[in-house]
């Protein structure tokens, strides 16, 4: 379970990102379950008790998990 409060990059305002200080951001809470790893990518079921902005994107960013094919945040590398 991923649990953290969702806000706009400071640096990049079309971004989201977990907040340092939950009180800068919305609540958020994802829980995840790994179904099957492949190789360099594994395949996951996400739960959202929130429906936040980028939500799955971010929180799986936020630790250090991109999704594979996600340009946007990352998942390209």
Do not use: W
């Not at 379970?1 to 305002?13: L, P, V």
């Amino acid at each position: 379970t991923i649990t953290g409060a969702i806000a706009r990059s400071e640096s990049d305002r079309k971004k989201f990102v977990v907040a340092d200080d939950p009180r800068l951001g919305k609540h958020a809470v994802t829980h995840y379950e790994v179904l099957q790893r492949f190789g360099v990518c594994t395949l996951v079921r996400c739960k959202l008790e929130t429906g936040r902005t980028h939500q799955i994107r971010v929180h799986m960013k936020h630790i250090g998990h991109t999704l594979f094919g996600d340009a946007f945040y990352g998942g390209n590398r």
